[in-house]
C-alpha cells in the first residue's frame, strides 16, 4: 500500500506519526506531573505510597512512549537527531539524567536495605517530574523559534550556541511552552489521582492543587497561544527549499489547514471539560476528556510546526540550513520500509489500553498495598 507513495508523501505520513507520538507522549506525562504533587498531597508514609504505587503502574507507558518518538524521530528524520542531539546535548543529558533516576527510584525506594531511604527517592521522582516537563516543552519550543547551528554541504553540524541548548530556556516562548507542559501534567496528574485512587484526603488536596494549577496553566498556555499566532515564522519554498521569513505563519497554518484549527479547539474544550467537570461537579473521570484533549493540542501544535511548507527546525545563526521535512529526512526506500512497521501501531495501542484497564479495574486503597505482592 505505501509503494505508489512518492518521497513526499510518506514524509508527510512520517511527521503525522511523529506528531501522533509527541501528543501520546504529552498525555501521558500525568506521570511526570503526578511525581511533582507527591509531597503535597501525601502527608504520611501511607499516603505516599498510595500515590507512588498509583504513579508506578503507569510510569513505564510515559518511558516507552519517549523511546518510541525519540526512536522514530531518528529513524524518520536523522538529520534533526544529528543536529539537536549533537548541538543542544546538555538539554538531552540531562533530560536523560532525570529519566535514569526515575526508573532507579521505582525500583529501589521499597527494596529492603535500602539506605538512601523512601524520601530520598520520592525527591528524585519530584526532580523528574520538575525537570522532564520543563525541559522537553523548551525544547520542543525551539520548532517554532529556531537554534543556533549551520549545516555545511557534507551535513556536518556547527552549533553556535556555548550553552549547547540550555540558551533556548532563555527565550521566554520556549520557557512558556516548557511551564506549559509542566504545568498541563500536573493538571493532568491530580486529575489522574482522583480517577484511580479510594483515599478521601488525598482526593480532597488534589482538588485544591488541581484549581491552583489549572489557573497557571491557563495563563501561561494562553500567553504561548497568542504570541505563537503573532509571530514570525519560517517558511519554505516547496520548489527551491530555499527558507524566508513569513509574518503570522503558525496563524496561517492553522487558517490554512483548518481540519489542524479543529483538533486546536477541540482539544482546548476537552481540557477545559476535564477541569470543569471535576471542579464543578465533582466528576472523578475528568482525566478522560483532558488527556484526549491534550493529545489533540500537542498533536495540533506538531502539525503547524512542519507542515504547510514550514521549516520544523529552523536555524537563526543561518536560515539556509534550517531543517525541514523534506530536507532532514531519511530516504525514500526507509521510509517506505518504516511505513509497514508502524502497521503495528494500532497493535500496540490497543495492547497498552487492555494493560491499563486490566490495572485500574479498581481503585487503589490502603488495603490493598498490604496484600499487593510488588509495591514501589
Same mark, same amino acid.
Given at each position: 500500500m505505501f509503494e505508489s507513495l512518492s518521497h513526499l508523501a510518506l514524509q508527510h505520513y512520517w511527521w503525522i506519526i511523529i506528531s501522533v507520538l509527541g501528543g501520546a507522549l504529552a498525555f501521558l506525562m500525568f506521570v511526570q506531573g503526578g511525581q511533582t504533587l507527591i509531597r503535597y498531597l501525601g502527608k504520611n508514609e501511607?499516603?505516599?505510597?498510595?500515590?507512588?504505587?498509583?504513579?508506578?503502574?503507569?510510569?513505564?507507558?510515559?518511558?516507552?512512549?519517549?523511546?518510541?518518538?525519540?526512536?522514530?524521530?531518528?529513524?524518520?528524520?536523522?538529520?534533526?537527531?544529528?543536529?539537536?542531539?549533537?548541538?543542544?546535548?546538555?538539554?538531552?543529558?540531562?533530560?536523560?539524567?532525570?529519566?535514569?533516576?526515575?526508573?532507579?527510584?521505582?525500583?529501589?525506594?521499597?527494596?529492603?536495605?535500602?539506605?538512601?531511604?523512601?524520601?530520598?527517592?520520592?525527591t528524585f521522582l519530584h526532580i523528574n517530574g520538575l525537570m522532564a516537563t520543563?525541559? #522537553?516543552?523548551?525544547?520542543?519550543?525551539?520548532?517554532?523559534?529556531?537554534?543556533?547551528?549551520?549545516?555545511?554541504?557534507?551535513?556536518?553540524?556547527?552549533?553556535?550556541?556555548?550553552?549547547?541548548?540550555?540558551?533556548?530556556?532563555?527565550?521566554?516562548?520556549?520557557?512558556?511552552?516548557?511551564?506549559?507542559?509542566?504545568?498541563?501534567?500536573?493538571?493532568?496528574?491530580?486529575?489522574y489521582f482522583l480517577n484511580?485512587?479510594?483515599?478521601?484526603?488525598?482526593?480532597?488536596?488534589?482538588?485544591?492543587?488541581?484549581?491552583?494549577?489549572? /489557573?497557571?496553566f491557563l495563563a501561561v498556555f494562553v500567553f504561548f497561544l497568542i504570541r505563537l499566532m503573532l509571530m514570525d515564522g519560517f517558511a519554505f519554498h516547496p520548489d527551491t527549499g530555499e527558507v524566508f521569513i513569513e509574518k503570522s505563519k503558525y496563524l496561517h497554518n492553522y487558517l490554512e489547514m483548518p481540519v489542524v484549527l479543529t483538533l486546536l479547539v477541540a482539544g482546548i474544550l476537552g481540557v477545559l471539560l476535564g477541569i470543569g467537570?471535576?471542579?464543578?461537579?465533582?466528576?472523578?473521570?475528568?482525566?478522560?476528556?483532558?488527556?484526549?484533549?491534550?493529545?489533540?493540542?500537542?498533536?495540533?501544535?506538531f502539525l503547524v510546526a512542519g507542515l504547510n511548507d514550514t521549516s520544523f527546525y529552523p536555524s537563526t545563526h543561518d536560515l539556509q540550513s534550517s531543517l525541514? #521535512?523534506?530536507?532532514?529526512?531519511?530516504?525514500?526506500?526507509?521510509?517506505?520500509?518504516?511505513?509497514?512497521?508502524?502497521?503495528? /501501531?494500532?497493535?500496540?495501542?490497543?495492547?497498552?489500553?487492555?494493560?491499563?484497564?486490566?490495572?485500574?479495574?479498581?481503585?487503589i486503597t490502603r488495603e490493598e498495598l498490604q496484600t499487593e505482592d510488588h509495591v514501589y
Open positions: 501511607t499516603e505516599r505510597s498510595l500515590l507512588v504505587n498509583s504513579l508506578g503502574r503507569k510510569w513505564e507507558f510515559t518511558f516507552t512512549t519517549l523511546v518510541t518518538f525519540g526512536g522514530a524521530f531518528f529513524a524518520s528524520f536523522p538529520l534533526f537527531y544529528a543536529t539537536s542531539f549533537g548541538g543542544a546535548y546538555w538539554v538531552w543529558i540531562l533530560i536523560l539524567f532525570a529519566f535514569i533516576i526515575q526508573a532507579v527510584s521505582y525500583e529501589f525506594r521499597s527494596k529492603a536495605g535500602n539506605f538512601l531511604g523512601r524520601r530520598t527517592y520520592e520543563v525541559l #522537553i516543552g523548551t525544547a520542543v519550543g525551539t520548532f517554532f523559534t529556531g537554534s543556533e547551528f549551520s549545516i555545511n554541504e557534507m551535513n556536518q553540524v556547527t552549533w553556535e550556541g556555548q550553552a549547547r541548548g540550555l540558551e533556548a530556556a532563555l527565550n521566554v516562548q520556549n520557557l512558556a511552552l516548557g511551564l506549559s507542559v509542566l504545568f498541563l501534567s500536573r493538571v493532568l496528574g491530580a486529575l484511580n485512587l479510594d483515599e478521601a484526603t488525598i482526593l480532597t488536596r488534589a482538588k485544591r492543587h488541581l484549581l491552583i494549577n489549572s /489557573i497557571l467537570s471535576t471542579l464543578l461537579k465533582n466528576s472523578t473521570r475528568g482525566i478522560w476528556f483532558a488527556g484526549p484533549g491534550t493529545f489533540l493540542v500537542v498533536l495540533s501544535l525541514t #521535512i523534506v530536507n532532514a529526512s531519511s530516504s525514500r526506500f526507509t521510509l517506505k520500509v518504516m511505513s509497514y512497521v508502524s502497521l503495528l /501501531i494500532p497493535v500496540v495501542i490497543a495492547y497498552m489500553a487492555y494493560s491499563w484497564w486490566s490495572m485500574d479495574r479498581r481503585k
